[in-house]
């Protein structure tokens, strides 16, 4: 996702700060999911090390991840130093594929069902179910739909009243803020997968302004594409991030 050095640039730009860079690109396998996870472990495995060294000097950390996988890595050590905060997951679909469940083989569609505990990554687990929120999750599973009616993360769909009911759910806790680039209508920024009744760009920023009331312990934002060129793709950047600008004060 070479559209994550951009992102991350544009944060590094607003905070004012060089970004430190965990691991190298490389070509997509397009494989199973286990064969993708055994390939990613070593920089999973970094980017978790990466995390607890920052956590662990009482810093935020705000990341530009490539695929939503990698929540994989940062989760479990939110978690750790975090054990009170919400993780809000923006994001178009809930991720909360098992090994045991998912139809597709995509490592994405785990990445957050390892940090909660319901398969075991290796990389840890640790994240409440009373303390993962879905946001603007639209395209959901059956099994992930039944783990929803279960209780494994409350979900608040868009549509009317979306920051209100956010806020209620939140309830002021501290905020770890994920952000999958297609939990926004399709065309608003360049991302790989497009679901429609998404978030416009307004809602965005309502929300952000919103979370922004409680304490933010971190931002991590992913699966965002290069546009159609380097002009195009900090364009896009800048908008989503001028939506985001709350949650960076």
Do not use: K
Request: hydrophobic share 45%; with cysteine; aromatic share 6%.
């Amino acid at each position: 996702m070479a559209g994550s050095y951009v992102i991350a640039e544009e944060l590094g730009r607003r905070l004012g700060d060089q970004p430190t860079v965990i691991g190298r690109p490389e070509p997509a396998l397009n494989a199973d999911w286990n064969i993708e996870f055994d390939v990613a472990r070593p920089a999973l495995a970094a980017m978790s090390a990466h995390y607890e060294r920052v956590l662990a000097a009482g810093s935020t950390p705000f990341t530009a991840l490539s695929r939503c996988a990698v929540a994989l890595a940062t989760l479990p050590m939110i978690a750790r130093f975090h054990p009170d905060a919400v993780v809000v997951w923006f994001d178009a679909h809930a991720d909360l594929q098992t090994p045991e469940t998912t139809t597709t083989g995509y490592l994405g569609g785990l990445a957050l069902s390892g940090p909660l505990g319901l398969w075991d990554s290796g990389l840890g687990a640790g994240l409440a179910h009373a303390n993962t929120i879905l946001a603007g999750t639209r395209d959901i599973d059956p099994p992930e739909q039944a783990l929803i009616d279960r209780g494994a993360a409350t979900l608040v769909s868009p549509g009317h009243d979306f920051v209100a009911r956010l806020a209620a759910a939140v309830a002021g806790r501290p905020v770890y803020v994920h952000i999958d680039c297609d939990v926004l209508d399709p065309d608003i920024v360049p991302t790989d997968y497009r679901v429609s009744g998404g978030l416009t760009l307004d809602v965005l920023r309502d929300a952000a302004a919103a979370l922004a009331s409680s304490r933010i312990v971190g931002l991590e934002i992913g699966e965002f594409e290069a546009a159609s060129s380097p002009v195009a793709s900090r364009a896009a950047a800048s908008r989503l991030l001028d939506a985001l600008q709350p949650l960076l004060q």
